[in-house]
């Protein structure tokens, strides 16, 4: 699966963004996939994640409230909707396929997208 994230860019903080994550396969369906994000000098962190089917969604304690996690699998397609942006949400945003276990950890993904940049200023 080649999973490719956009959407990402330059927003004053208080704005909004929606990445996307597109999927080369139909079989994207059948996976929950998560967001990470790596601001420069820190470790990658779990952002959000859905499961397959959208039953069930998970959040940093750091975005919920403010991020909002979707999918269509008709367009093999999961989305961030980022509200409320804040300069501490800039980072490098990754897509990532879920391969089973804790949504968090970032171990239990195997297939990830190129990333992309959101920047936040003050």
């Known amino acids: 699966v080649q999973l490719q994230a956009s959407g990402g860019g330059l927003v004053q903080a208080g704005g909004s963004l929606r990445l996307s994550c597109a999927a080369s396969e139909r079989t994207f369906g059948t996976t929950g996939v998560g967001w990470f994000r790596q601001a420069p000098g820190k470790e990658r962190e779990f952002v959000a994640a859905?499961?397959?089917?959208?039953?069930?969604?998970y959040y940093a304690n750091s975005v919920k409230g403010r991020f909002t996690i979707s999918r269509d699998n008709a367009k093999n397609t999961v989305y961030l909707q980022m509200n409320s942006l804040k300069p501490e949400d800039t980072a490098v945003y990754y897509c990532a396929a879920h391969s089973g276990g804790s949504y968090s950890s970032d171990y239990n993904y195997n297939y990830w997208g190129q990333g992309t940049r959101v920047t936040v200023s003050s």
């Open positions: 859905i499961s397959r089917s959208s039953w069930s969604t």
